[in-house]
């Protein structure tokens, strides 16, 4: 059977005719493209990347952008996008992520012009891949903290310092890293093939294995001065582009956990125990009606977002809560789906396992769920609990 989407609320009376088409289009893509090779992938711990000029020709990377080549989608239609695919998994929509919010993004509102010709309309297009290099070994929640360094030498930054957990590290044209000046931290293009620039994949990932994630080695990596993002300096230049990655996995997160549920209901009903469908039994009916309750509230908080960032309206701390609450509950989802699935629950006949092991990452990345909830607690209190 194609996936239906989950809709308990009615929530497509309130997207456009354009909205439902793009979503419509990326479903099918996911399903006649992706879902048949994915766990093959997933096994393999390679990124499909076979997929990315198929990708490029639906207008995902930088879909909100326009000009460029860029499809300046609005955010509703953004989200959409990443729901559909972090159904497939999510390796796929943080592929999407990376390069569109972490990359196109600060090339976009923090470059300059030559920037934006140079690498917009090639990564737009997917010919040009790009990842984003601001967790360190030492260094993940308290970016603030980072050894990595870029001194000026004539028209030259020299670059040392090591990236880690980097998605689409070693397959990226170019790195956004961040790196702290006299000035303060700024952003620069590193380019593949600079000298003493290298990366390097992580083996041995539980979660998140159908996605590339590498280690960058700068190692007195020259950078001309025009690869530095000329309009930002600090740490707003970073969150400005997690918070545009954190919109989109608070859609995403509701795509894997759609997943989920639509696994457990159709098991649920046809698996019998006891001479009844699983789904005769009060306690299953229990876990079912909690996982699309959270689904359809996430879907809520989703779409209401979508239009307070298409009104510019939305704050950093109201998008925290949606990838806090998004990404918590869909993780609670896909276990609790698991569980109904019992032995055949752990086999990657079923998706519940992959997308459960892949929102352990999800949880994690782009601000950690309880690093959410001292940002969202700061703003309501004014009291600061992350130091
Ligand atoms: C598969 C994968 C892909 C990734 N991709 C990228 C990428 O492309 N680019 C990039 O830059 N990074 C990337 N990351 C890194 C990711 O953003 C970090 O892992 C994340 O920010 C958390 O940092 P950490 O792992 O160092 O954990 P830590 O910061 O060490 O946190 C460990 C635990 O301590 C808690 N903690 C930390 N500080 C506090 C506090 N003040 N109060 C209470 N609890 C606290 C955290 O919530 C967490 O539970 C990726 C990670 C993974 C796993």
Redesign the pocket.
């Known amino acids: 059977m194609p996936f239906a989407g989950v809709d308990y609320y009615r929530l497509d009376e309130l997207l456009t005719d354009e909205e439902k088409m793009i979503r419509q289009t990326v479903r099918d893509f996911v399903e006649r493209e992706a879902v048949p090779i994915i766990e093959e992938h997933n096994t393999r711990e390679t990124f499909p990347r076979h997929l990315i000029p198929r990708m490029a020709e639906l207008g995902m990377f930088g879909a909100t952008l326009k000009g460029y080549g860029c499809a300046g989608l609005n955010n509703v239609s953004y989200g959409l996008i990443c729901q559909e695919l972090e159904r497939g998994d999510s390796g796929l929509r943080?592929m999407v992520s990376?390069q569109g919010s972490?990359c196109m993004h600060p090339i976009s509102t923090f470059g300059s012009e030559a920037q934006r010709e140079r690498w917009l309309p090639g990564m737009a297009a997917g010919q040009l891949i790009g990842?984003?290099?601001?967790?360190e070994p030492d260094?993940?929640?308290?970016p603030g903290g980072m050894e990595t360094r870029a001194r000026a030498d004539g028209n030259h930054f020299v670059i040392s310092g090591v990236?880690r957990?980097?998605?689409?590290?070693s397959i990226a044209d170019v790195a956004i890293v961040w790196a702290k000046t006299n000035e303060g931290i700024r952003g620069f293009l590193v380019e593949k093939g600079m000298p003493g620039f290298s990366a390097h994949d992580m083996k041995g990932?539980f979660?998140?294995r159908a996605?590339v994630?590498s280690e960058l080695v700068l190692d007195d990596v020259r950078v001309p001065h025009e690869n530095m993002l000329p309009n930002v300096v600090g740490l707003k230049g970073p969150f400005s582009c997690l918070n545009q990655a954190r919109y989109g996995i608070a859609w995403g997160a509701l795509g894997a956990a759609m997943a989920c549920y639509e696994t457990a209901l159709e098991y649920a009903k046809l698996r019998r125990q006891f001479d009844r469908p699983l789904a005769g039994f009060q306690l299953v009916q229990q876990k079912l009606v909690h996982m699309v309750t959270e689904i359809t509230k996430g879907q809520l908080l989703a779409y209401r977002l979508g239009q307070l960032k298409d009104q510019q309206k939305v704050r950093p701390e109201q998008i925290s809560m949606a990838k806090r609450n998004n990404v918590g509950q869909a993780l609670e989802i896909a276990r609790l789906a698991r569980d109904i699935l019992g032995a055949n629950g752990i086999v990657n006949e079923y998706p519940v396992i992959r997308h459960m092991l892949n929102l352990e990452?999800v949880n994690?990345?782009?601000?950690?769920?309880?690093?959410h909830t001292?940002i969202v607690g700061r703003d309501i209190t004014g009291e600061d609990?992350?130091?």
């Open positions: 943080s990376v972490l990842c984003f290099g601001l967790t260094h993940g929640s308290d990236k957990w980097i998605t689409n590290g990932k979660s998140l996605s994630t990452t994690t990345y782009e601000g950690t769920y309880d690093m001292l609990a992350i130091r």
